[in-house]
């Protein structure tokens, strides 16, 4: 559970939240006494358990004369409810602390409009009465609020890679780009070694290749496949029979899914290859029976075609829903999807100021600004000035940099930069700008390759594109 508020300039102190059932007449006084029974629901608990226990609250660190640092606009309190269940309600009680009342009030701003509890803000919220009370309510007159009724509804989670970092952190960052346009996803290289020194490249070996006289099939634990967690937001499967677990990936793309490292096949209660969208794909679907499912909480995925290495992992989860009348397929709604992209590791990055900071953003240092300068180089233009051909200007102010990184390459591809005419590119080399022309081809490096480049202006006539803005881009080339 995630719950998030703009916190205005000049409020400190802390907030503390808890977590209610919907019938706790202490957080939610009824009209009438609660009458609610059946599964959902636990009537009157003094509040969800939080896991790992206590209660979350926030500190807020903000001054009058702006926000600090290390402040944040959005603060954000985490819960993990514990034994949570598909379809248990709850509410969320905020209640502020000392440090509030003398800097922030919960009501009213100068404008008449209510600030941290705006319904526009964070959904909406309910006052509760102040019982007036100083013994238990520090900032007393400050009025504590209560949220609407909120149910948890399940959700699934499949994480890998995504950063390229080796590991699978599960982290923020990983979610935010596991499949975002801008980044590459994670790289599943072609598995075309041979660990098992048997004569036979890896990637042809499984259970139902076609092996040579005197060779036959042994299981190793290869260790070029990429793992991939499945998992889901929720323990408890209680009244969840009808739902269903799924994994679809497209099939033909250069990629193999397994069970395990030794590429035994994954077993589910039902698999079924359909066509969407022009492709084939491969359909894996566990069903949750007597509040139980068999799904894999990983899997792995293997390179087996270099010229065709990528797809979108979907894992979703659905509600079966029975033929009406009976006899006929069921049909299946979403509930709940998330997905990630696997790519050839040979990827290319082209970066120049598209955000106009001053600088070219370092995902190793700025991730959150590298990310958004991608987003922004083809739809934002960076300028740049032409200033003549008999210019006086020095040429750091003519020039821009650019930056090229190339990553995961390996022997026998090559690369090349094309640009408009109006542009003329310069690649630093040993110290020197040394003139590009578009027809030169770099042999790519083992690797991670960095090229540092000036763009310089040299006209302002026709492009050839509709836009009228000249570009720059790269060209892989494979052997």
Known sequence: VELGAPVPEGMVGTVHLVWFDPDNTVANVPSAPPANTGHGIRD???SLVAAGGGLPGFSLDFTTEGPSPNSHW??????????????????????????????FEFRDDGSGNLVLMHPNNTGLWTPLPDDNDPNDDPADGVQDHRTSVLTIIPSVDI?????NTGTIDRSDREEEIENEAAYSGTWVAWNGDDDNENGIADYLENAEYEYPPGISWVPF???????????????????????????????????SCWLDPEKTP??????????????????????VSSEA?????????????????TDTLMWRLLKRIPSDPPGGDPTYELIHEDTVKMTDPWAVDLD??????????????????????????????????????????????????????????????????????????????????????????????????VVSYWVEAIGSGPTGFPSG???????????
């Open 352 to 449: 120049i100021d598209s955000d106009n900071n001053g600088y070219i953003n370092d995902p190793g240092k700025n991730a959150a600004a590298a990310l958004k300068e991608d987003q922004m180089e083809e739809s934002v233009p960076k300028p740049i000035t032409f200033f003549g051909n008999d210019s006086p200007h020095p040429v750091s102010a003519r020039r821009i940099p650019a930056t090229l990184r190339i990553t995961n390459s390996v022997s026998g591809r090559q690369w090349s930069i094309h640009y408009t005419p109006n542009l003329k590119v310069y690649r630093e080399e040993n110290g020197q700008l040394v003139h590009e022309p578009t027809t030169t081809l770099h042999p790519a490096q083992t690797g991670t390759q």
């Open 293 to 309: 499912v068999s799904y894999p909480p990983l899997i792995y995925v293997e390179g087996i075609d270099p010229g065709a290495l």
């Open 221 to 255: 634990t290869d260790d070029d496949l990429v793992p991939v967690v499945l998992d889901r937001g929720f323990e408890d499967l209680s009244g969840m029979d009808d739902f269903v677990f799924e994994l679809k990936v497209t099939l033909g793309r250069g990629l």
């Open 159 to 163: 994480d890998t890679d995504s950063d």
């Open 266 to 287: 994954i077993s589910a209660d039902e698999y079924e290859t359909i066509t969407e969208g022009g492709n084939q794909k491969g359909v894996y679907r566990w069903f």
């Open 44 to 46: 009157n608990a003094a």
């Open 469 to 479: 803005l000249d570009k720059i881009h790269v060209v892989l080339w494979d052997s």
């Open 74 to 103: 959005m603060k954000k309190a985490y819960l993990a409810i514990e034994d949570a269940r598909y379809g248990d309600n709850f509410i969320v009680a905020v209640h502020p602390h000392s440090g509030i009342a003398e800097t």
